[in-house]
C-alpha cells in the first residue's frame, strides 16, 4: 500500500489548522568549518520558542546527495514523491507565468532563435533579445490557428516562450526541435509514441506559420521547442488528504506548483505581511495553508550570506502574525537548501520545525541545522513530512484494528 | 526513477578526485558494556582531525540487522542495491582467487569429496586434503576437453576449487550437485530452465570425465558442484557515475569485486605504503580510487581486539600520504562491522567518515561508533554513500528545475 493509498484510507476531517510555512533554500552551511549557518546566525527568538515547544528535524528532499530543484522540492513537501511525479521543462516554465495549465493541456518552452537564410540556425538565444522584444513577437504567434486546437503564446522573459496547445487527444511524448546547435537547421517535432502523433501534427503546423509570421522580424525569426509535456497526472490535495487546502506565495512559479496539486491559489499580495494579512482573512474558509517565502532562496543564490541572514530575521518577525491564529500545527521548513558558500541550490538535509499539541518535544531550543540534527523528528524523506502533520492534525485514524 | 537512473541522468565530469578507503569490518564492539570499541579504543589523530573538518555518520550495509559478506558489503558501497545485484557463491569463489571472470563465464564452486566403490559419498571434504594435493588434482582435471566450451579449473584452498565454463549459450540457473549428506551419491546437474540447459549437460560431461580422471586418486576421488553462476549483468561504474575509478587492493576478493564493477584494478603490491605510493603513482589518471585494507576485519575475525585496535592505528598513521594529494572528497568506512568480541561479522551500523569543502561540519571531533551516531550524515543505507560522494564532488546536477 502507497503512502497516498494510506492517507485516502485513514484521512478523517475536524476543524483543524495546519500551516505549511515554506523558506525556501532555507538550509545552508557556515562559511568555515564549525561556524554557524544563516540559519544559526540569524537571531529568531520568535522560531527559537516554536523550536522549544515543538519537535525539529531535517528533511532529505529525494534521495541523499540529490540536490532538487523547486519543482521536486515542492512536490515532496506536499507529499507527492517527486521520482514518481515528474514535472517537464513546457510544464513548469508554464506554471512559472502563472498560466492556468489544464489537464489535457502540452506546454513547450519555447527559444526564440536567429535562422538565416538557408533555414540554419545561427543564433539558439536570438542575442537575448529585450523582454519587451520577446513580448511583442509572442504577440504576433498568438494570431495563429491551426484547426482543432486552441493556441497560446505567452513571453517568459528575453529570448524565452511558452507555448500551450490545449484540445482532444494530446499527448506530450514529442522530442525538442532545438537541436541544441548553431549551424544546423531546427528539428521537426517528431513524436514518440502514436498517441503523440497529433501533438507533433499540431506543432509542426504552428511551426510552419510562426516562420511565415516572423519571417521578417531579426534578430528573432524563429523559435524552437523544448521539454515538451502535459502535466503529470496528480491526485489533488483534497482526494489525497481530505484537506481544503490555499497556497499564498508571492512568486508565480509557487502559485503553479501549488495549482498543480489543485490547491486553491490566493492573491498573496507583495510582501509576507501582504501573505500574513490574506492567510488571517482566509482562516475560516480552509484546512490547510501553503505560505510560500521566497527570498531566503534569492540571497542564498546570490552569495549574500548577510542578505540571507536578515531575510531570515524578517521571516522570523512575522511568526507571531501567524501564530496568533492558533493554528493546530505550524511548520516551518524549506524545499531544499541553498547555502550562500555554494549560490545554489545543494543537496543537505533542510532544518524542519513542527509545532503542534501533540508533538513529542525534544531538547532543542533554537531552530538550526546543528539543532535540527538532535531533533525528535530525526531524518526523514520530505515525502512523509505530510502524513506527519496530517498526524499531528489529528486527521489520520490508525492503521489496522 | 531508480537511483541509478538518477546517477545516470544528473552526473557531470569534471576534475575531481573521490577517495574511498574501506577498513573491512570497521565498526566492532567495546568488549564489556559502556566500554569503548576497537575504533575508538585506537589513537587515531589523523581520523580524528578529518573527523572534526568532515561529517560523520552510520551507514547500514542492506537492511537493519543484516549482516552481510564481502560480496554485497562491497556493492552496497559502491552504490548497487545489493538486494537486487546478487552475486553467486561460484562467482565470488572465482573473484577470490583473482579469475578474470567474464559476463558470458559461468562459475562453479567444488568440492573435492570421496566416494565409495559404490559411487556413495563418504566424506564431502574429501578428508580436507592439503592445498597442495587440491592443486595437483586441479591440474589434472584441467586436461578435460568438454566440445563446444572452455574449461578452466583453478584450486583454491584445501578441498576447494573453482571451474569456469567459458562459452555461448551458458547460462547459470542450474542445481547444485552436492546432496549436502554423506551416505547418498552426488546429484545430476539439472537446469532450472530451458536456457540453462547446454550448462548442465557441460557439467554433466565434465562430471563424466572427472569420475575417469580422479579414480585412482584417495581421498579425493571426485567433487560436487555449488553456487553454479554466471556474474550479474551490472552497470559499470563509468557508465553510472562517469567515474573513471581504479582499485587498489591486496586481496585478490576485493580486487575481484572492484572488476565486477568493472574498475580498473591496479597493481596494489603487499602493504598499505604500496597502496599509498601506487595511489599518488595514478592519482592523475583516474577520477575515482577504491583503496582495501583488509586487516581491521581479520583481527576481528580472530577475536584479537588488541591486534584490531593496532591495525586502525595503522591505518591511521597512512592518513597524511593520502590528504597530501588534496582528494576533493575521502571517505572512510567500513564494508561492514567485524567486533572481535563476536569473532565474524556483524549487523551492527558501520561508522562513516566524509571530508570535503562542501560538506556541512557536525560537532563530531574524533571518529567513532558513538561519535558517528551524532553526525550529521545521520544513518543511511550504504547504497547512498556514493550519491552522497558524488555530490560532495560536485559532479551531480539538480534534479528538476
Not at 81 to 88: A, N, S
Not at 119 to 144: F, P, Y
Not at 356 to 382: H, M, Q
Request: aromatic letters at 6%; proline letters at 5%; one cysteine or more.
Amino acid at each position: 500500500m502507497s503512502l497516498h493509498d494510506l492517507m485516502r484510507q485513514l484521512q478523517v476531517r475536524n476543524n483543524s489548522k495546519i500551516v505549511l510555512l515554506v523558506a525556501d533554500g532555507l538550509g545552508g552551511l557556515p562559511l568555515t568549518p564549525g561556524g554557524q549557518t544563516e540559519l544559526e546566525t540569524a537571531c529568531t527568538p520568535n522560531l527559537d520558542t516554536l523550536a522549544t515547544r515543538g519537535v525539529l528535524g531535517l528533511s532529505i528532499p529525494v534521495l541523499p546527495g540529490i540536490t532538487v530543484g523547486s519543482g521536486p522540492g515542492h512536490l515532496g513537501l506536499f507529499g507527492y514523491d517527486p521520482l514518481e511525479f515528474r514535472i517537464g521543462r513546457g510544464v513548469l516554465e508554464a506554471l512559472g507565468i502563472d498560466f492556468n495549465l489544464g489537464p489535457d493541456d502540452v506546454a513547450i518552452r519555447g527559444n526564440f532563435c536567429t535562422l538565416d537564410q538557408q533555414g540554419v540556425i545561427t543564433d539558439r538565444r536570438a542575442g537575448r533579445i529585450a523582454s519587451e522584444i520577446g513580448a511583442k513577437l509572442c504577440e504576433k504567434l498568438s494570431k495563429i490557428k491551426v484547426p482543432g486546437v486552441e493556441c497560446f503564446v505567452r513571453p517568459v522573459k528575453e529570448y524565452r516562450l511558452v507555448v500551450v496547445f490545449r484540445g482532444d487527444g494530446l499527448e506530450g511524448n514529442v522530442e525538442d526541435t532545438d537541436p541544441q546547435a548553431t549551424g544546423v537547421g531546427p528539428l521537426d517535432p517528431a513524436a514518440r509514441d502514436a498517441a503523440s502523433q497529433k501533438t507533433a501534427d499540431v506543432a509542426r503546423e504552428f511551426l510552419k506559420q510562426a516562420r511565415e509570421v516572423l519571417k521578417h522580424d531579426h534578430p528573432a525569426n524563429f523559435f524552437t521547442m523544448r521539454g515538451i509535456d502535459k502535466r503529470p497526472a496528480i491526485p489533488t490535495f483534497e482526494q489525497v488528504y481530505g484537506l481544503r487546502a490555499a497556497a499564498i506565495a508571492v512568486y508565480p512559479m509557487y502559485r503553479g506548483l501549488a495549482r498543480l496539486v489543485s490547491m486553491q491559489v490566493l492573491d498573496a499580495g507583495q510582501t509576507l505581511a501582504d501573505q500574513c494579512a490574506r492567510l488571517e482573512q482566509a482562516w475560516d474558509d480552509f484546512d490547510f495553508f501553503f505560505l510560500h517565502y521566497k527570498y531566503t532562496d534569492s540571497t542564498g543564490e546570490d552569495g549574500n550570506f548577510a542578505a540571507k541572514v536578515e531575510k531570515i530575521e524578517q521571516l522570523d518577525a512575522a511568526i507571531p502574525q501567524i501564530t496568533a491564529l492558533k493554528p493546530d500545527v505550524l511548520i516551518v521548513t524549506g524545499d531544499h537548501c541553498t547555502p550562500s558558500k555554494m549560490r545554489s541550490h545543494s543537496w543537505h538535509p533542510v532544518p524542519v520545525l513542527l509545532s503542534a499539541e501533540a508533538c513529542r518535544t525534544d531538547a532543542c531550543t533554537s531552530f538550526g541545522e546543528a539543532e535540527c540534527l538532535k531533533g525528535g523528528l530525526g531524518r526523514f524523506e520530505a515525502k512523509y513530512l505530510m502524513s506527519q502533520a496530517m498526524a499531528h492534525a489529528g486527521r489520520l485514524e490508525k492503521y489496522g484494528a
